[in-house]
């Protein structure tokens, strides 16, 4: 199989902070590859060039054929075929949860109303919801808001996702409600990468395992590395999160 994102010795510094120091690594369709490593190690960084969020100062990055390091990309077809999820909902308050998910549908997808609230509803009842269609975020438990917001970019069939530490403002509660939903998704196949801290969740769902330590991949493997770490660093790692 061809790999559909590709990340390709990408280097990236913030000023005088060399954060990416020749990060590569390959996502199959349908796998689910969660990232881990200290704070600063360079996990939602490198997230974050997948989607153009930052630029890169070196190397390359291809998802689902597109060039994402190409000074000309084209942005809409990038993030339509790439589904992004923050730590922070970034839900609109005055919508319905309804009405926010209908919201790029309507506008970057030209959908009409119809449409798109089938749409919104599709989704609301993958993650849960279907009975909150109507409700307010301010009314939604942390957790609902982020499955909400998981929702929203599921609404526009992205071919991958990317989740960048989507449970570590929620307690332990709601942190499963959302972890539950993401174990559908890769159940399903959805192409996935995510920085996360729930190792347990991390070794029982994804297909590999890539341990970052200062801005370098250090170690790859499936869950199995997380019990017979190959380095003194993920195993110091493992060992602080205990």
């Known amino acids: 199989m061809s790999a559909i994102v590709k990340v390709g010795d990408i280097h990236k510094s913030f000023g005088s902070n060399h954060v990416l120091k020749g990060v590569s690594f390959e996502i199959e369709k349908g796998e689910m590859i969660a990232v881990i490593g200290a704070s600063g190690s360079g996990k939602s960084t490198a997230l974050r060039c997948i989607d153009r969020l930052e630029t890169i100062d070196q190397g390359q990055i291809e998802v689902c054929g597109i060039r994402v390091d190409d000074p000309k990309v084209d942005l809409h077809l990038l993030r339509r075929e790439v589904g992004i999820v923050f730590q922070s909902y970034n839900l609109f308050p005055h919508l319905t949860v309804e009405e926010n998910i209908m919201l790029a549908l309507r506008h970057v997808k030209k959908m009409s109303r119809d449409d798109a609230r089938r749409i919104a509803m599709n989704v609301l009842e993958q993650v849960g919801l279907g009975q909150k269609a109507d409700a307010y975020p301010e009314q ?9 917001a998981i929702a929203r970019s599921l609404a526009m069939s992205p071919k991958v996702m990317l989740f960048d530490e989507v449970t570590s403002a929620l307690d332990p509660q709601l942190t499963g409600e959302v972890l539950r939903v993401m174990e559908d998704l890769a159940a399903d196949g959805m192409t996935m990468l995510l ?33 017979a770490p190959r380095t003194p660093e993920l195993r110091a790692f493992l060992d602080n999160g205990l």
């Open 140 to 148: 939604l438990s942390g957790g609902q808001q982020q499955r909400v």
């Open 195 to 227: 920085v996360t801290h729930e190792m347990a969740f991390a070794k029982r769902v994804a297909d590999r395992i890539i341990y970052m330590h200062q801005g370098k991949v250090w170690e790859v493997g499936d869950g199995s590395m997380l019990d």
